[in-house]
Structures are given as structure tokens and as C-alpha cells.
């Protein structure tokens, strides 16, 4: 069954849900996350302010990838040694999650690997090796130890219990600019593949506004 | 409701004001006053590296300029200069670092005037090895290789998506397709492409309105694009049009002179020696017809390792209007080591242009030294003969142009390659994708 607003167990506010599966949301109000455990949300913990980002993409940013339309229902900000990104989940039309990835302005679309053949497990991983992943070729660039810096929104997944997580990006090859994610933040590993894209291929709507831009 | 686009805080060391305009994408921020390298991602601004360059130095575009390019607005964020030695040379060059919310970042940068606009590119490109000159090829683009160096960070202000600290080295390669240009920069850390294409000065000026005129570039930069280059072809088909016209012109002219022969005096001799008062003589009047054209006169001498001279007037016997004109003829023969040699001519002709239909005369006085006791020759008189002198001269004169531009495309060849890892002597080839003709094969050390 589908739940399309409940009420915040922490403070009653109504929370709206863009996206009736998600299996964790922030409270807009009260900033508490909240976990989807049966019918109940349970209040999980807390969420700090979120620092500031030029992100121009927000939650309710609507735009079209292929064939599909999303919307963006949720983020997860990670941080690193040398930097941060955000990824910001899409709810497809077509029924599936998918992130867009903004880092440094560098905007790229990736969804779940569909065949997931044996991944290497996180000992095993090296800079230069190359993997098969959707009948395509990648080769590991770099690995990204990287922290959950702050979230917001839905999300297919509950984010609270992880601190780090190990990160693999490896390029694909041709003239496209494919690429591919490793992530170790479960138990089993999960593959994403993507594409670079600029923000206007999305013909985005709903963007975030900056003062004097 | 729009979201601040800068965030508001103040230098860890010195207490001044600093606004983060590129909020979440900074990771280290100048401060403006007192040159500190800051940490941005921490809220408190930790000291990465206190104020090291030896030199100040002012961006041409101050920070915080709005400005458009091609169209998209862009703010300045960051600002550095960065410092190439070769052979104890050191070449300065600035780069800035221009921020949109919904573009991410950009480069522009100079060098003696040269401005290019830089972006990072995701894919690397591929590179093929064969050869002395290296090559990479991009979206189907062959880049040749120009120049390997090293770059280091010596002054840097503002906001910058990595930590930076002056001091910081890279590997750079350069690679060129004017006015396209694919560098790479290598570190410890990794490698990233950016591909740069040359901008006129007068762009940034206009789109940045900044005062006054953009300095003068010096010299020719690796990928200023030749205006020369592309006008060499056109040039030389407009050359080729043009000569077939003019040998066309030439062709018809040829085939409608009427070449009339209006005198033909009979074989004469005369007797070298003699006084040459003695040997003027009068030709009979003869009547040039038709339009005014030009008139030839033709001498025809059987000299055999001799001379000749004729002083000529030809006299309008109706106004009295008389052209004078001298001529030399000289012919000798012989033979040495390599065989027979021949020098000068037995025949002559003089064209007297724009001669009016009219009774005409020569008179003829002249001269020779021969070794024959004798000089047989005979003067024949044509009216509107074709001579090709000027049409010679046409051909020469419209090949100027093209041969002036191919000489500057030349020049401007060898001018960016005198620049490169493949200077030599001479110019480059550099029209296609093959080795450059240069016979340096340095490389950076």
C-alpha cells in the first residue's frame, strides 16, 4: 500500500511524500529523520543544518533523462578528504531510482548496474583494473573513502546507521563519457553506471534561484 | 524564495572580511588581506598555508567581476599565476577561475597578451605515440604535441574547488590545434585534460566591461589561430580565376590583331666602315590604316659575330609628328669546352604603342662592325601587333597577393613553432597531421 502523507512523529507536522516507497525522509520542519517501519515512521535521529551549496538542483527540481521524466525526491551529501559532492536521488517515471551526481558543477545521471556479475570486494580493488559492468568496460580511476555528510528528502535506503563507506569511480571507454560507481556501503557491493551531462540536456524545471543570478 | 549566493565570514588570521561565492564547491579561500590560505570547508577557516609569495600581483579582471562569455554570465573567483621554467627562462602566465551556479567552473587564461577560455575535459584523449611529435586525438581532432614543462603555483588569490598553496607543482603537456589547444596537467594525485580555446582580448574586455583597451599580444601563441592560413587557398583560386581571365584577354587579343605589315623595305647591304651620315637613307611614305594602335618595327640583321645599330625616326608626313628611337643588335658564335655558344640575336622589334592611322616614313641611319665585308638586313613595318609583356606583367602582379599571404602564413607558422619543443631553423610544416619537419626531439626532463 501507499502512504502519500503522514505525520511527523517528532513534531506533527504533515509531511508530503514525493515519492510513496520511499523507505527514509527528513522532516522539512523538525529536521528529524524518519524511517518507514511498516506503516509507522519512527524518528531515527537528527539532522544538522546543511552547509550552504551552490547546488543548483533542489528537492521538487523536475527535468527529463531518455525517455523519462523525474523529480528529485531526496539527497545525500558526502564528504571527503579533499572535497564533497552531492547526490541527489531522481524518482524516474519509469518506477526506478536514479542519482544525479553534482560535483564541482560536474553533473552526471547513474542508475543500478542491470546485470550484477561478480564485483570485487573492497580488498580486492585496485587503481587500473578493469571490470565488465553491463556489458561495458570500466577501468578503477580512483577510491574515495567518503563520509554521509548530511542528507535531506527520500530515500530508497536507510542512510542513517552508515558513517563511511568506500568508493570506486572507474571510467568507461569511447567517445562517450561513461563512467561507472563502485559502492561498498552494504554488505554486498552495488554498481551504478552513468553519463556526464549538462544540466541543460535535463531541461531542468524548478531549479534553485540565486540572488543575482 | 532565492538562496545567497556568497556566504559571509572572516579570516582566521587577520580577522578580514571573506565571502565565499562558490559556498559548498570551495575548499580553500585567499584572504584578500593579508594573503592566507584558508581552509573553506572548515567553518572556522583553518590556516592551510600562511602568505609565502614572493611577488604581489594584480589580476587584470578583479575578483568578483561579473562578466559574460559566448553568451553565459560568469563570475571571477579565483585568481593565480603560475610560473614555467625552461632553460632558466621563467615564463609567468594568469589564470582565472570563473564560477556559474548552473554551470560550474571555467578558465580563462593569459600569456603576453594571449587569452584563452579553458575547460576541464572528462574524457582523456587518446594518445598516439608513433612518431618524433606526439599526437592525442579528441572528438575526432588530431592535436599535435607543442610543449612539455612544468608549472608552478607562485601567486594565488580567492576561491579555488581544490586546496591550493603556492609552491604547488604540475607536469603540464601541451598540445595544439589552432585555435584549439588540449593540455595536460599531471600530479602526484592525478591527471586532468582541459581544453583551451584562444579568445580575442577585445572579448574579455567587452564581456567583463573593463576600462581601456586589452594590452597588446606579443608575439604568436601556440594556438592563435593564422588569419593567414585559411586566405592562402582562396587566395590562390582567386589567382587562377583571375589569370585564366587574363590570358583569355591575352588568347583574344592574340587571335584579333590585324598584324598588318604596312612597309617592307627590300634587302639592303651596306659596307661597314663608311661614314654613317653616308648610310641614312628615307623609306618611301607608307599609310598606316584603321584604329590607332601600336606599330612594329622589325629588323632583321645576318650578322655573324658583329654588331649593329640603327637610329630610327618614323615621321608623320602629314603633322609631323616624329617617334625616335634607337636600336642594338648583336650577334656572335663560337665554341669552348662545352660545346657551341651563342649570344644575342640576329632580329629585333621595337613596338611603338599608340601610333594614329596616318602617311608615315622611316628614317634609318646605320651602324655596324663586322667582320663580313658586307651587313645584308631588311626592316619590316606591321601595324597592331599583340605583344604579351603586359599581359606577363598582369600575371606577375595579381600573383603578389597570394604570394605575399603564403609568405605570412610562413611567417606565422614558424613564429608559434619557435616557441615549441620542435624549434628549429626553419619554418614547420604544420597544414596536416604528420610529423612537424623540426630536427629537435627534446623533451622535458
Given amino acids: 500500500m501507499t502512504v502519500r502523507s503522514a505525520a511527523c512523529p517528532n513534531c506533527g507536522a504533515t509531511i508530503e511524500f514525493r515519492w510513496s516507497s520511499a523507505v527514509q525522509t527528513v522532516c522539512p520542519y523538525c529536521k528529524a529523520v524518519l524511517v518507514r517501519r511498516d506503516l509507522d515512521l519512527t524518528k531515527v535521529g537528527t539532522v544538522s543544518d546543511l552547509p550552504p551549496t551552490s547546488s543548483p538542483i533542489q528537492l521538487g527540481t523536475e527535468g527529463r533523462f531518455g525517455p523519462d521524466g523525474f523529480v528529485v525526491v531526496g539527497r545525500i551529501i558526502y564528504a571527503y578528504e579533499r572535497g564533497g559532492w552531492n547526490e541527489w536521488h531522481l524518482r524516474t517515471t519509469g518506477g526506478i531510482s536514479a ?10 545521471v547513474s542508475t543500478p548496474a542491470k546485470s550484477a556479475a561478480e564485483l570485487p570486494t573492497a580488498e580486492s580493488l585496485r587503481v587500473g583494473q578493469s ?44 567517445d ?26 535535463l531541461s531542468p524545471r524548478n531549479l534553485r534561484r540565486f540572488e543575482g543570478w | ?93 594568469e589564470e582565472y577561475l570563473l564560477f556559474n551556479p548552473y554551470k560550474g567552473f571555467r578558465y580563462l587564461t ?46 594565488a588569490l580567492g576561491e579555488f574547488p581544490w586546496q591550493i598553496r603556492v ?8 598540445f595544439v590545434a589552432p585555435p584549439r589547444m588540449l593540455s595536460e596537467e599531471q600530479t602526484p594525485d592525478e591527471t586532468t585534460w582541459s581544453l583551451g580555446t584562444y579568445l580575442p582580448a577585445a572579448q574579455i574586455w567587452e564581456g567583463f566591461a ?64 663608311q661614314a654613317p651620315e653616308s648610310l641614312a637613307f628615307v623609306t618611301p611614305t607608307f599609310t598606316v590604316k584603321g ?70 616614313f622611316l628614317r634609318v641611319q646605320p651602324q655596324a662592325e663586322v667582320t663580313a665585308p658586307f651587313l645584308e638586313y631588311r626592316i619590316i613595318v606591321r601595324h597592331d601587333v599583340p605583344i604579351a609583356t603586359p599581359y606577363l606583367i598582369c600575371l606577375a602582379l595579381l600573383a603578389l597577393p597570394p604570394i605575399f599571404v603564403a609568405f605570412r602564413a610562413w611567417g606565422m607558422e614558424s613564429a608559434r613553432w619557435k616557441e615549441s619543443d620542435y624549434a628549429s631553423g626553419s619554418g614547420s610544416d604544420d597544414s596536416d597531421g604528420s610529423d612537424s619537419d623540426s630536427d629537435s626531439d627534446s623533451d622535458d626532463d
Fill in chain 1, 99 to 108: 542519482w544525479l551526481s553534482d560535483a564541482q558543477g560536474e553533473l552526471a
Fill in chain 2, 167 to 174: 609552491g604547488d607543482r604540475a607536469v603540464t603537456r601541451d
Fill in chain 2, 210 to 273: 573593463l576600462p581601456g583597451n586589452p594590452p597588446r599580444p606579443r608575439g604568436v601563441y601556440a594556438n592563435q589561430p593564422s588569419h593567414y592560413r585559411p586566405m592562402v587557398g582562396s587566395l590562390a583560386k582567386r589567382y587562377l580565376l583571375l589569370a585564366a581571365i587574363v590570358i583569355a584577354i591575352g588568347a583574344l587579343r592574340f587571335v584579333s590583331a590585324s598584324r598588318a605589315v604596312v612597309y617592307t623595305s627590300p634587302v639592303s647591304f651596306f659596307r661597314p666602315g
Fill in chain 1, 176 to 201: 562517450e563519457p561513461r563512467f561507472a560507481t563502485l559502492d561498498y556501503s552494504d554488505d554486498a557491493p552495488v554498481a551504478y553506471v552513468g553519463t556526464y551531462v549538462e544540466l541543460e540536456q
Fill in chain 2, 1 to 93: 524564495m532565492s538562496a545567497p549566493a556568497v556566504a559571509s565570514l572572516s579570516c582566521s588570521q587577520c580577522g578580514a572580511a571573506i565571502e565565499l561565492r562558490t559556498l559548498d564547491q570551495a575548499q580553500s579561500v585567499v584572504c584578500a588581506s593579508c594573503g592566507s590560505i584558508l581552509d573553506a570547508r572548515d567553518p572556522n577557516l583553518h590556516l592551510i598555508q600562511a602568505f609565502e609569495a614572493r611577488q604581489k600581483f594584480t589580476p587584470q579582471i578583479p575578483l568578483g567581476t561579473r562578466g559574460t562569455l559566448k553568451g553565459e554570465k560568469w563570475e571571477v573567483v579565483g585568481f593565480q599565476v603560475r610560473r614555467a621554467t625552461i632553460d632558466g627562462t621563467s615564463y609567468d602566465w
Fill in chain 2, 110 to 155: 593569459q600569456y603576453d597578451g594571449h587569452w584563452n577560455d579553458v575547460q576541464v575535459v572528462k574524457a582523456a584523449p587518446k594518445e598516439l605515440t608513433s612518431g618524433r611529435q606526439p599526437l592525442v586525438i579528441l572528438h575526432g581532432e588530431t592535436f599535435k604535441h607543442f610543449q612539455s614543462s612544468n608549472a608552478e603555483t607562485v601567486f
Fill in chain 2, 291 to 360: 584604329r590607332t594602335a601600336n606599330l612594329e618595327v622589325a629588323t632583321e640583321a645576318q650578322l655573324d659575330n658583329g654588331w649593329a645599330f640603327f637610329e630610327y625616326a618614323l615621321v608623320n608626313e602629314a603633322t609631323g609628328a616624329t617617334y625616335e628611337f634607337g636600336r642594338d643588335l648583336s650577334y656572335y658564335s663560337g665554341r669552348d669546352s662545352d660545346g657551341n655558344w651563342t649570344e644575342g640575336s640576329k632580329r629585333d622589334r621595337a613596338v611603338l604603342p599608340s601610333v594614329p592611322a596616318g602617311p608615315y
Fill in chain 1, 131 to 174: 571490470y565488465a559492468i553491463d556489458g561495458l568496460l570500466f577501468t578503477v580511476a580512483s577510491l574515495t573513502r567518503a563520509r554521509y555528510a548530511g542528507v535531506e528528502g527520500e530515500l530508497p535506503f536507510e542512510s542513517w546507521n552508515r558513517s563511511d563507506a568506500l568508493f570506486a569511480d572507474l571510467d568507461g571507454e569511447g
